[in-house]
């Protein structure tokens, strides 16, 4: 059986959460994540919970099929703070 998505069913997503802080040089690295979530309104909860607590905080999410390796531009949830560019 084939576990690609089917015309009319909805794709699968990738769902992230990641925290920054800086290091003693100032470079940015990742204090929290990067964490899958269920949901965006759950990625987007999270996120502002941690906006308080780190330089910078973002989700995000992007349509996936991990098995064919297939993945579509990320589209940003919710960023607060100092956050590295997304590639």
Request: proline share 8%; no cysteine; net charge negative.
């Amino acid at each position: 059986m084939s576990e690609h998505v089917l015309p009319g069913q909805k794709k699968p997503k990738l769902i992230v959460v990641v925290a920054f802080d800086r290091g003693d040089d100032g470079e940015l690295f990742t204090a929290y994540g990067p964490t899958d979530q269920q949901s965006e309104d759950r990625a987007t909860r999270t996120a502002k919970a941690l906006a308080g607590k780190h330089v910078g905080v973002i989700a995000w999410s992007r349509d996936a099929d991990p098995a064919l390796g297939d993945y579509g531009p990320p589209t940003v949830l919710f960023t607060d703070g100092d956050v590295p560019d997304m590639e």
